[in-house]
């Protein structure tokens, strides 16, 4: 039988809080403009600290929406705060963009995750065409060239037809319409 004691050093740490992000309102739009709401939290109440926070995604800051500052304050005693997201509306047809909020890191917290804002567009729906399947071979039956249309724009508008125009030196004699 073996009698042992073991000691050891002991050492009591303060954490400091986790700060997270979370985005209640994901879906802003240029219409109005209706903006996006980020909701930053921290696990516990505490004195009045700084976040900051990077921002990227497809949205350019200053084109798509009103800059932000790159860092929010919580107020001593609080654990939620909130960054407004207000789109530009700028009359350009585009495809919906994003804006991600990172949360950096701090000696004065633990920065956790991100979240996303998407912004959807309110101009007049354009069609993008772009080329999937560019070549094919002639007496290969069922081999064609295969394109891509793609609306941009404000995508609750009603829908409209599309005409589309081939040219070239290829006979269109065993074209199938589709």
């Known amino acids: 039988n073996l009698l042992f004691v073991l000691f050891d050093n002991v050492r009591i740490t303060n954490f400091p809080s986790v700060v997270s ?21 921290r696990t516990e109440p505490g004195p009045a600290v700084t976040v900051n926070y990077t921002l990227s995604g497809t949205a350019t800051s200053g084109a798509d929406y009103a800059p932000l500052p790159g ?3 919580f107020a001593a005693g609080a654990t939620e705060t909130n960054v407004t997201l207000t789109p530009i509306n700028d009359n350009l047809s585009e ?6 909020l990172s949360i950096n890191e701090s000696t004065n917290y633990f920065g956790a995750g991100n979240a ?6 309110n101009d007049t ?9 560019s070549s094919m071979y002639e007496r290969l039956a069922g081999d064609y060239v295969t394109f891509r249309l793609t609306r941009r724009g404000d995508l609750s508008a009603a829908g409209f037809n599309v ?3 081939y040219s070239g030196a290829a006979a269109t004699s065993r074209h199938s319409g589709t």
Do not use: K
Request: proline content about 10%.
């Open 95 to 100: 495809f919906a963009e994003t804006v991600m």
């Open 163 to 165: 005409n589309l125009t």
């Open 71 to 73: 860092a929010v304050t």
């Open 21 to 41: 992000v979370t985005a209640p309102v994901p879906d802003a739009s240029e219409t109005g403009p209706t903006p996006g709401t980020f909701t930053i939290t």
């Open 125 to 133: 729906p354009m069609i993008d065409i772009s080329t999937v399947r």
């Open 116 to 121: 996303i804002i998407t912004i959807a567009d």
